[in-house]
């Protein structure tokens, strides 16, 4: 089965989010913000700003020994969820998140992830991580591994991986997927082996997902609009999690004062008239 993006078309909330005025993209926004009013006066506030009772229970469940990934597993939530709240990066979560972290045992079941589990997982997040430019020597140490055996893994993936090598994996990962690494080298030898980035996975999902083949995306090229969406969307994603402008700038190929630019306007929500400057 081949996965294609849905380009964004006039009449939808995504086209007027991106700087259309076209009257059917406002009219899409309206209507959507209209049944967002309706559903916080029905239901309450979708988002939860008093975070500390959640960033208890990811340190609680942190201290047990229990990865990010697993924390996830258990509560039904994205990876990132725990991530985020332990490193004091979210500033809400969404309502359902907070129900389904609520939901968890008050004391920490026993750690999961022992035995043999499948490597999925743990290859695509050690080739992303590879693709960013980080080294097999750097990795190892991390998954209390040594490099020639982390290099068998990604290179010739066996029928399964140690649990506790894919929680090591899954945790390490949470942590540098931000971080480019040092190495130019794998940067050039992950692209020319198809390995995509991590942006690619948070982008497309399916990391852990056996069944699901990245050869068979078709990724369509973007145009100009879409390009500038996508790169604004990114510079506000990269900047939440503190990276420096001058990475920001070379991830996505752009000027530094281009991105200097933009955060400011992000920052300050007051978005530059460009053919007014010109």
């Known amino acids: 089965m081949t996965t294609t993006r849905t380009p964004i078309q006039h009449g939808e909330r995504r086209c007027y989010l991106r700087g259309c005025q076209r009257d059917e993209c406002a009219e899409a926004n309206r209507r959507y913000c209209k049944r ?41 939530c994205c990876e990132t969820v725990p991530f985020n709240l332990h490193k004091g990066i979210s500033k809400r979560i969404n309502q359902k998140t907070a129900e389904q972290l609520a ?24 080739q992303a991580l590879y693709r960013i430019g980080h080294t097999l020597r750097g990795m190892a140490p991390e998954l209390d591994i040594d490099p020639d055996s982390l290099s068998r893994t990604l290179n010739r993936p066996a029928a399964y991986v140690y649990g506790s090598t894919a929680a090591a994996m899954t945790d390490l990962y949470n942590r540098w997927q931000n971080t480019p690494g040092p190495s130019t080298a794998n940067r050039n030898r992950a692209e020319a082996r198809g390995w995509p980035d991590p ?18 995306v078709v990724e369509r090229p973007m145009n100009r609009l879409e390009l500038a969406a996508y790169r604004r969307d990114e510079i506000d994603r990269l900047n939440d999690y503190r990276i420096p402008d001058h990475e920001i700038a070379d991830r996505l190929g752009m000027g530094i004062t281009t991105v200097r630019s933009i955060i400011a306007e992000l920052e300050s929500g007051q978005r530059r008239d460009r053919k007014q400057a010109a």
């Open 103 to 126: 939901t968890l045992p008050t004391t920490p079941p026993p750690v999961p992830g022992h035995g043999f589990v499948d490597p999925t997982g743990t290859v695509r997040r050690g």
């Open 199 to 216: 942006t690619w996975w948070e982008d497309m999902g399916h990391i852990d997902d056996p069944t699901f083949d990245p050869r068979t």
């Open 36 to 76: 967002y009013r309706t559903t916080v006066y029905v239901s309450g506030p979708r988002r939860v700003d008093n975070l500390q009772p959640y960033t208890s229970i990811v340190t609680r469940y942190l201290n047990h020994g229990w990865s990010y990934a697993q924390i996830a597993n258990l509560a039904g």
